[in-house]
């Protein structure tokens, strides 16, 4: 069961990542040393779902 549990929280970490990249501005992304093509490129390499398979 814990391993169903770790998932969903892997899942919610990574739709949460992508949700709060796609909102930073361009001001808050050269302030973290990043441009916006490279985000685009990070959040396009973060997976939309995650199987349920474990590692």
Same mark, same amino acid.
């Given at each position: ?9 892997? =899942? ?9 990249? =796609? ?7 050269? +302030?973290?040393?990043?441009?916006? +093509?490279?985000? =685009? ?15």
């Amino acid at each position: 069961m814990s391993g169903l549990l770790d998932h969903i929280r892997h =899942a919610w970490n990574v739709r949460r990542t992508r949700r709060q990249l =796609a909102t930073l501005s361009d001001e808050q992304l050269r +302030d973290i040393g990043i441009e916006r +093509d490279q985000v =685009a490129r990070l959040v396009r390499s973060l997976p939309r779902r995650t199987p349920l398979t474990g590692p």
